[in-house]
Each structure stands twice: as structure tokens, then as C-alpha cells.
């Protein structure tokens, strides 16, 4: 914890958090991360571990981005994690199923920056409670990124992404549940 506390700092907070394997498409991001401007500060913290870290790792190093991602390991404190970060990254180059991950972002009014993959679409509207870029495109994740780094007002968004959220609790879906049952 006092690694990821020390790095706090200045810049915008990024975040994957996730199983590290080819499918999740940390890779992507890792090559959008290289096209931003050099004098951006941004900080992008990967949570979970995985065949595919090592790979990611030497990919950070060949992409000079050493001073701005950090392999943080598996964590049992998500969502203070999530307290910390101003955009969660999902960019699986499959059709990702479902997001849990996803959804517990936007609860925490985390910005969230997916692939327009699987049900992702489904979960995001595209400006509105969230954003989507083309699966695999490194440039439009760069772009994307950009266009939230100098966005000064995303708190509509936030909350947005809070509310949809709250549709995919266990309540709510107990609720939804009943209300079947009783039919």
C-alpha cells in the first residue's frame, strides 16, 4: 500500500484492474499511453497478475513509460483503490461477457474508458455515463484519454455512471427478480 501511497501525486490516476492476459487488452492501452504527449502527467496503476505481466512489463520498459505505469499485484482493496482514481481503463481485444470490474468503477463515480466490445456497450453510453473506442485501436484510447485529461467538468458523468451502476446491484436485481416470481 505505501508504494501505490507514495505515487498518489500529481497527474491523473488510471487504473486496470484485472486478470493480466493477452484477451484483456492491457497491451493496447500500454501502446495508447505511448502516444500521449510526453509532458502529460498521468499515472497508470495495474491491478491483478497474470501469464501475460512479464510481456506488459518489458513492453512499459520498450515504451519508456516506466515513469508512469506501475504493476501493483493482486489487491483485496478495490474499492479504495477506486477512491484514488480518476479513469478505469478496459480494453479486451475479445468479447468480454461482462465487466464486473467495469460496473464497480462507475459505482465509485470512476470515469471509465472501455472497448466497444462484448456487452461493454451495453453497460457504457458513449458520452454519457462513460466512454467507448473502437477494440484494439490504440489511437482512439490515446485520443479518448486526451479529450478526458482536458476535460474540466465530468462530474455529470460521474454521476451518470453512478446511477447506472446502482441498476446493476444485488438489490436491484433481487427486486427485479421478485417482481418475476410474483408473475
Known amino acids: 500500500l505505501f508504494k501505490i501511497m507514495f505515487f498518489w501525486g500529481g497527474g491523473v490516476k488510471l487504473i486496470y484492474i484485472g486478470r493480466?492476459?493477452?484477451e484483456k487488452g492491457v497491451q493496447v492501452t500500454l501502446k495508447a499511453l505511448s502516444l500521449l504527449p510526453s509532458e502529460e502527467r498521468y499515472r497508470f496503476f495495474i491491478v491483478g497478475d497474470g501469464p501475460y505481466k512479464r510481456k506488459l512489463e518489458e513492453m512499459t520498459e520498450?515504451?519508456?513509460?516506466?515513469n508512469h505505469v506501475f504493476f501493483v499485484g493482486e489487491r483485496h482493496d478495490i474499492s479504495q483503490l477506486f477512491e484514488k482514481?480518476?479513469?478505469f481503463i478496459h480494453m479486451p481485444v475479445w468479447e468480454e461477457g461482462f465487466g464486473i470490474a467495469?460496473?464497480?468503477?462507475?459505482?465509485?463515480g470512476v470515469i471509465c474508458i472501455c472497448a466497444r466490445s462484448g456487452a461493454l456497450p451495453e453497460i457504457i453510453e458513449d458520452g454519457k455515463n462513460g466512454f467507448l473506442v473502437p477494440k484494439g485501436n490504440p489511437k482512439a484510447l490515446a485520443d479518448k484519454l486526451m479529450k478526458v485529461i482536458k476535460c474540466s467538468d465530468l462530474d455529470v458523468i460521474r454521476e451518470n455512471a453512478r446511477?447506472?451502476?446502482?441498476?446493476?446491484?444485488?438489490?436491484?436485481?433481487?427486486?427485479k427478480l421478485d417482481q418475476e416470481i410474483e408473475i
Do not use: H, K, T, W
Open 85 to 87: 482514481m480518476d479513469v
Open 62 to 66: 520498450r515504451l519508456r513509460l516506466g
Open 163 to 175: 446511477e447506472r451502476a446502482l441498476e446493476f446491484s444485488i438489490e436491484n436485481f433481487v427486486e
Open 20 to 22: 493480466l492476459i493477452q
Open 102 to 108: 467495469v460496473i464497480e468503477a462507475m459505482a465509485a
